[in-house]
């Protein structure tokens, strides 16, 4: 991979001879994967960094004096570096290693917040989030008597700013929020809705997971107090996420699993924790998958962030131009000329055809698609739909691909609507 002479025409050609998974047919025809929204695939660098670690240098870390214990803690420490650069922040301690995204949003939910929120507090979040950002909020809020708000969208698919500004309030006292959504793909204003929740004295933590593998991300730059990430949906392992957090607020919250690593000193009748990040990590992590994770986050900045999202934009409006000429389509969220910077991804329903049907047919042809509520049934609900489709791309996806894609669902489309 020649990473350095990359244009925004050539990513996917040049890319797709590390990927594996993509030198297969499926049913007979050659795989387009269109759910990287679902998970990402591996590129080859990753494999081998997983298969390097387990053929050469397994062994627990921290906890060893001998030569495979070093290398595999001068890695797993390496990945932990990577993922603070990979984000803008100054600290690698800062970063908290977790299974997925989903246990980092329930740790912050179930330390500092639990431990901060009071009977009438409010928690404001969004009718968009993803089902990991909204259930650890509805048990926090149940456990402490805090209450719920949640921000609608407007009629184009985008947060509705002035929903956010009515909402909040100085009894906000958190805003857990995604930056871009997994249903709409609208990019939300992080940086302007930290400004604003900070004015009343509110923190902010920030779902990542969709944005980070397509554009570049800063903490500092959104001003955030927390921020979670999600390997798999970053070209890495599953089993892998990550906490950022500020110091002085990791520092304040109570440990979240207790056990070994996480500690400093164990008595019979109590102990004392371990500094940052080791407060948070209880037991044996998942040392593989954080090497793995590092490489992927290596790979991803070689090819250049500002690179993949220029290149995805390019796909997104084909994809949606495509869309948008299928008799009897509805897509939502966004269109990108309203939002060019959102999410590289179309979630649709066709009249006359189901989504699951619309998913089978097209895996017949070997296209992958995604159908179903996409882990956001409240947003589903207001949109008084049951289920959508959804084809969502990544650096690796050609324009080719997509005039497949869409050649096949209007073939499809045809097909049920002839059979109905």
Sequence with gaps: MKSEKLTITDLSTQCRVDFPIFDQLINGQP??????????????????????????????????????SARATDAFEAARSTTANFIGANDPAEIVFTRNATEAINLVAFTWAA????????????????????????????????VLRHVGFT???????????????????????????????????????????????????????QSLAHIPVDVHALGCDWLVGSSHKLCGPTGMGFLWGRRELLEQAPPFLGGGEMIDEVFLDHSTWAALPHKFEAGTPAIGEAIGMGAALDYLTKLGLGNIHAWEQEL?????????????????????????HRAALASFVVAGAHPHDLCALLDANGICIRSGHHCTQ?????????????????????????????????NSINFLREHS
Excluded at 122 to 136: A, F, G, K, R, Y
Excluded at 176 to 184: A, E, F, G, H
Excluded at 192 to 207: F, I, M, N, Y
Excluded at 319 to 340: K, N, S, V
């Design 155 to 209: 009629a184009a698919g985008e947060l509705d700013l002035d929903d956010f500004r009515a909402l909040l309030n100085t009894r906000t006292k958190i805003v857990p929020i995604v930056q871009l959504s997994n249903s709409l793909g609208c990019l939300n204003p992080i940086a302007d809705l930290v400004e604003l929740s900070h004015k009343v004295g509110a923190k902010v933590l920030v779902d990542a997971c």
């Design 31 to 68: 795989l387009i994967y269109l759910d990287h929204a679902a998970t990402s695939q591996k590129p080859q660098q990753v494999i081998n960094a997983l298969s390097n670690y387990y053929s050469c240098d397994n062994a627990n870390v921290h906890r060893g004096a001998h030569s495979l």
């Design 316 to 340: 997104t409006v084909l994809l949606w131009d495509g869309l948008a000429r299928i008799e009897g389509i509805t897509l939502f969220g966004p269109t990108p000329e309203q939002q060019p």
């Design 115 to 146: 431990a901060q929120l009071q009977p009438g507090d409010e928690i404001l979040t969004t009718v968009m989030e993803h089902h990991s950002n909204l259930v650890p909020w509805q048990l926090v809020a149940a456990r402490t008597g805090a």
């Design 378 to 410: 409240p947003l589903h609900r207001i949109l008084g739909i049951n289920a959508s489709a959804r084809a969502s791309l990544a650096f690796s996806t050609s324009r080719s691909e997509i005039e497949s894609f869409l050649a096949e669902l209007a």
